[in-house]
């Protein structure tokens, strides 16, 4: 059970769009339609913002979308906000209810 | 809204055991569609998944993890819970319960407990 991939660092200006990668294997992120995204902010609990690929969790604002192609899965934040600085982690489902996540994307606001 | 706290020792000595508890609060931990998870995170890095009881009791734990980590539940009190043992600084992180839905997220997180392995 290896750590998912993701790039360590992604930017973009306000109002601008950026897409984190999040790259596994096919026993994980291309064997199951079960992805999901997290936002944490510097001292906070993270927060569940995507999950099974696309869906978005009630009050979660519809500038985040999920995708997924094979094996790597991608959050888009569009319309880029000052209050979406944060470090942005997937999961994925693994089989035999287990989960793996990604080493994590820091996301910063130009 | 699921609400979550964690509770236990904040400082472990290397080869002991870390204990944590976590309290569930607003809805019954005997839900059939939840499993309750230990998921934890080094001081500055990323999050790893320990595990995840159902309210059965049968437990998933990271392979990674799985010779020294236990979890059990406890309906009547709504807590479940973490050991894991013995212990080495490489286990000092911040640890978070959450509840997974059907397995495949975290949809509730606690606020989290430090726990810091050192003699």
């Known amino acids: 059970q290896s750590a998912l991939t993701q790039p360590p660092s992604a930017s973009g200006s306000p109002g601008q769009s950026v897409t984190i990668s999040c790259t596994g294997t096919t026993s994980d992120v291309g064997g199951y339609d079960y992805v999901s995204w997290y936002q944490q902010h510097p001292g906070k609990a993270p927060k569940l913002m995507i999950y099974?690929?696309?869906k978005r969790p009630s009050g979660v604002p519809d500038r985040f979308s999920g995708s997924k192609s094979g094996n790597t899965a991608s959050l888009t934040v569009s319309g880029l906000q000052p209050e979406d600085e944060a470090d942005y982690y997937c999961s994925s489902y693994a089989g035999g209810n287990s989960l793996v996540f990604g080493g994590g994307t820091k996301l910063t606001v130009l | 809204q699921l609400q979550l706290q964690e509770s236990g020792a904040g400082l472990v000595k290397p080869s002991e055991t870390l204990s944590l508890t976590c309290t569930v609060s607003g809805g019954s931990i005997s839900r059939n569609s939840d499993y309750w998870a230990w998921i934890r995170q080094p001081p500055g890095k990323g999050l790893e998944w320990v595990g995840a009881?159902?309210?059965?009791?049968?437990?998933y734990y990271n392979p990674s993890l799985k010779s020294r980590v236990s979890m059990s539940i406890d309906p009547s009190k709504n807590q479940f819970s973490l050991t894991l043992s013995p212990v080495t600084a490489a286990d000092t992180a911040l640890y978070y319960c959450g509840s997974s839905h059907n397995g495949e997220r975290i949809d509730n997180w606690g606020q989290g407990a430090l726990v810091t392995v050192s003699s």
């Open positions: 099974e690929v696309t």
């Open positions: 009881i159902y309210y059965s009791g049968s437990t």
